[in-house]
């Protein structure tokens, strides 16, 4: 069990990128949750299996949806007991 938290920058708000970043992470059995930042920026804190969590950043950097992606900052985290992952506001 792995947790990663990351910082998606570009045009990643108002365009459903939370929502499919949660739909594709649900799909891979994570936990977490993806949130907007006053910056403009997402933030995406992802736990579970490592190869997992390698698929939800390559989905990320494709840009889900109408999302353009242009950078992504990665660190690791303590696990964080997620029970799921959702949208936070």
Known sequence: MRCICLIVSGRVQGVFFRD???????????????????????EVVAEGDENKIKELIEFIRKGPGIAKVTDIKMQHKELGNFKKFEIMY
């Open 20 to 42: 499919n970043t949660r739909k594709r992470a649900i799909e891979l059995g994570l936990n977490g949750y993806a949130k907007n930042l006053l910056d403009g920026n997402v």
